[in-house]
T-cell receptor, first 112, second 113 residues
Framework: DAKTTQPPSMDCAEGRAANLPCNHSTISGNEYVYWYRQIHSQGPQYIIHGLKNNETNEMASLIITEDRKSSTLILPHATLRDTAVYYCIVLISNFGNEKLTFGTGTRLTIIP | ETGVTQSPTHLIKTRGQQVTLRCSSQSGHNTVSWYQQALGQGPQFIFQYYREEENGRGNFPPRFSGLQFPNYSSELNVNALELDDSALYLC????????????FGSGTRLTVV
């Protein structure tokens, strides 16, 4: 079973910041938070991951609460191409041999 | 650096038949995982291969089997196809010892009629 809870859908205006929440209240101390997205008819795409510090890369920022029970993925300036299903996943980053347990994700729609 | 490639992209099979799906892993990756994604659902883990051996399996029956080759490419075989096997089959490669996440292919859309 997925260890995360996400809203099923969200809308965001083009050019605005999209903030996608994720609850992972049972996360263990050695589990990372990963975010992937899946654009229609494509395979999931890695976005970002973190353990306890906030992380930023060229795609997004990840904000993890101090108690690590929830996190927020931020797409700073959403474009139409960001329309996708976003999955929040927790796993032990055991260097590439951990299975990914996907939930149903959040369907983000960017509105022109 | 090449990504993960899967073949074929689409496939139609008849119930009871057998199918083989193929995956070439990303350059430098030595681990391959397979996922099944039914319409409207998130991907479900089938199994993972490392060093040509199965290394972890999800809740799938034995008629789902796989292989990994010395060049790290992989095959997924499904015997005695059922209508519920209709799905998008995704291959993901990764590299043990490197915390870079998983790279997915675009998948094979299998339809069983």
């Amino acid at each position: 079973d997925a260890k995360t809870t996400q809203p099923p859908s969200m809308d965001c205006a083009e050019g605005r910041a999209a903030n996608l929440p994720c609850n992972h209240s049972t996360i263990s101390g050695n589990e990372y938070v990963y975010w992937y997205r899946q654009i229609h008819s494509q395979g999931p795409q890695y976005i970002i991951h973190g353990l306890k510090n906030n992380e930023t890369n060229e795609m997004a920022s990840l904000i993890i609460t101090e108690d690590r029970k929830s996190s927020t993925l931020i797409l700073p300036h959403a474009t139409l191409r960001d329309t996708a299903v976003y999955y929040c996943i927790v796993l032990i980053s055991n260097f590439g041999n951990e299975k990914l347990t996907f939930g149903t994700g959040t369907r983000l729609t960017i509105i022109p | 650096e090449t990504g993960v490639t899967q073949s074929p992209t689409h496939l139609i099979k008849t119930r009871g038949q057998q199918v083989t799906l193929r995956c070439s892993s990303q350059s430098g990756h030595n681990t391959v995982s397979w996922y099944q994604q039914a319409l409207g659902q998130g991907p479900q883990f089938i199994f993972q291969y490392y060093r040509e051996e199965e290394n972890g399996r999800g809740n799938f029956p034995p008629r789902f089997s796989g292989l990994q080759f010395p060049n790290y490419s992989s095959e997924l075989n499904v015997n005695a196809l059922e209508l519920d096997d209709s799905a998008l089959y995704l291959c993901a490669s990764s590299s043990r010892g490197q915390d870079y996440g998983y790279t997915f292919g675009s998948g094979t859309r299998l339809t069983v009629v």
